[in-house]
């Protein structure tokens, strides 16, 4: 353990946990209502925000954050009035985005793409005071949202329209997510980097998916799914000189890959519990009645 | 729409809440929703073309129609789910667009298959109906009792704990009822609550229905075969292609065959006696 005498190691540590935390919380509530890929989308808008960072001389985390949040408020604006060609401009976002951020980085003085590559894959090593900083207050937020709200973001992510009949300032809640979303990504966009972000956003909750019959757990074992990645994808790279992001997303689909091959045999075997739970009166297999009843004596 | 088939029930409703001198034009001050000249487009095509319905408190409604009719789009204007281009919706005699005591009303949309993209368990989905009785969505004992008896109601509380995903389509069906049911509605909305529901289910569903109109709840909801309800129906409303054929007393025989455009004998009728023809395929 002695990557914990290392300043350095410990914000990369404090970092990782916040992402593992905020990643599949927010991540549950897009994949419920079937957006997975906005956490992608988002990450592409935020390069534009690295880049002016970096061309105005501002912290580049905070850039990002103003940038994706507008840039998700916008996605989410489009969702509500443009919905023929809503994925057209959703596309033109995304791409101008990302073409954003390569032209205000190299525009910014001795700028290069270079800059832009650790925040594009994540880099733990230069996690600055200042970002843990900015790291931690923007988690708090993810995780006021995602936990204080979570049955209103439940509802309205299941049924907009009931939830609506409820009551609930849907359009209010789903910005409110969208803007959750953002903010995740640049708490993310550190550790993970920008590319890689929405991996951690899905991916544990398809895992947790394996194991779960509700919500409640399903968000569970996902954030505990997202903890243990980024810890190990933290240590591993510390140890192998090996690229965060990437261990981390790789072990992220590894967790969901065993909890797959897992998940058969353990459902035989609560099955089989259940079984055993049933009263005797309720043999397994249907009694074959020794004559057929005519149609009409069979009461439906 | 014969004034010998109206039912004992109907007779005393409309004789004991409805002054005959109440002209058609105004509202009566006990309407619960209340539609005038409502006129929608869904895509540019006019959907709706100038209806009017007025549900009385403790009434019970049946909207009945073929396939493509409007009823759901005429519930869904009640609920603010469609717009409307022309008339009034007024719900506890607030205009729709102001009212905002969503608590008095629970709804139950016509099947969607849509699932969320995460598991969620039968309770779960209930007890989001739940959520405008609570402050700021934060669950006490009596809301978890209240999922809980709504849950007794529709006979599912065996299967709270499971995932929606396992219930077979009726049992689904009963489950988004217990959702509507949660919240302890004024006026209850259903779009074709009893769609694959079986008629024991059915059964059980009508009393359920039964015991809520009996504390004072007002219901509409769209059929397509009155089945175990029809005794609870006070008044039927026959949308055909966007327009109102018909409202009052329920159509005696089941389903749909008691629907203008078909013929049919009373049960009650003598034998050999010539069929009622009421349609345009006669
Ligand atoms: N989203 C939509 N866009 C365009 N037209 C629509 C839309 N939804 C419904 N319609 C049309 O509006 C008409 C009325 O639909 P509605 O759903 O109200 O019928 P319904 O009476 O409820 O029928 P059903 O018995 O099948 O439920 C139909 O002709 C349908 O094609
Ligand atoms: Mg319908």
Aim: hydrophobic share 50%; charged share 15%; aromatic share 4%.
């Amino acid at each position: 353990m002695d990557f914990l005498n290392y300043a350095f190691m410990q914000r990369a540590l404090l970092a990782a946990v916040l992402v593992g935390i905020t990643a599949p919380a927010v991540g549950i509530y897009l994949v419920q209502r079937r957006q997975a890929l906005m956490g992608d989308g988002i990450g592409h808008v935020a390069m534009t925000g690295v880049g002016l960072g970096f061309l105005l001389s501002w912290s580049p985390v905070w850039m990002a954050t103003a940038i994706s949040v507008l840039g998700a408020v916008t996605m989410e604006l489009i969702r509500w009035y443009g919905r023929t060609r809503g994925d057209i401009a959703l596309a033109m976002l995304f791409y101008g985005g990302m073409a954003g951020g390569v032209m205000f980085i190299n525009l910014a003085p001795g700028g290069s793409n270079a800059n832009l590559t650790s925040y594009l894959f994540g880099s733990l090593s230069t996690v600055s005071e200042s970002d843990v900083t900015a790291i931690c207050l923007l988690a708090a937020f993810v995780v006021v949202v995602t936990l204080g709200l979570r049955r209103q973001l439940f509802a309205v992510s299941q049924d907009e329209e009931f939830a609506r009949v409820t009551g609930l300032p849907v359009r209010a809640l789903n910005l409110l997510t969208a803007i959750t979303a953002a903010v995740t990504v640049t708490v993310a966009m550190r550790v993970v980097g920008l590319l890689l972000v929405s991996a951690l956003m899905v991916v544990p909750v398809a895992a947790a998916q394996q194991l779960s019959r509700s919500f409640a757990a399903t968000f569970a074992i996902a954030v505990a799914i997202g903890v243990t990645v980024t810890i190990g994808g933290t240590v591993t790279s510390y140890y192998q000189d090996v690229p965060p992001g990437a261990t981390i997303v790789l072990l992220t689909i590894a967790a969901f890959i065993a909890l797959s091959v897992l998940a058969a045999p353990l459902a035989r075997r609560r099955a089989r519990a259940l079984a055993a739970a049933q009263p005797a009166g309720d043999p397994a297999e249907c009694a074959i009645p020794a004559t057929r009843a005519a149609g009409d004596e069979v009461g439906v | 729409m014969d004034a010998s088939v109206t039912g004992a029930k109907a007779e005393s409703v409309s004789s004991e809440s409805v002054p005959e001198s109440v002209s058609s034009d105004s509202v009566p001050s006990d309407s619960v929703i209340s539609l005038r000249g409502v006129r929608a487009e869904l895509g540019s095509r006019p959907v709706l073309r100038g209806i009017d319905l007025t549900v009385r408190r403790g009434e019970v409604v049946a909207l009945l129609g073929a396939n493509g009719s409007g009823k759901s789009t005429a519930v869904r204007t009640v609920i603010g789910q469609v717009p409307v281009s022309a008339g009034e919706v007024e719900l506890f005699g607030t205009p729709q667009r102001r009212f905002r005591d969503w608590a008095r009303i629970g709804y139950v949309p016509q099947r969607t298959t849509a699932a969320g993209g995460v598991p969620a368990t039968v309770t779960e989905i209930v007890s989001s109906g739940r959520l405008s009785r609570t402050r700021f969505g934060v669950f006490r004992k009596a809301d978890r009792e209240a999922v809980r008896h709504a849950l007794d109601l529709v006979g599912m509380a065996d299967r709270a704990r499971d995932n929606v995903d396992a219930l077979s389509g009726g049992q689904h069906q009963r489950v988004l009822i217990a959702r509507a049911l949660a919240a302890e509605p004024e006026l209850l909305i259903m779009d074709e609550p009893m769609a694959g529901v079986d008629l024991a289910s059915q059964e059980v569903l009508a009393q359920t229905l039964k015991d809520q109109v009996a504390a004072d709840t007002t219901v509409l909801l769209v059929l397509h075969e009155l089945g175990p309800l029809e005794p609870l129906i006070d008044r039927a409303v026959v949308l055909r292609d966007g327009c109102v054929q018909h409202d009052g007393p329920p159509p005696r025989a089941l389903g749909q065959h008691a629907l203008p455009g078909h013929d049919h004998v009373h049960p009650h009728a003598p034998a050999g006696a010539e069929p009622i023809r009421t349609g345009l395929l006669s």
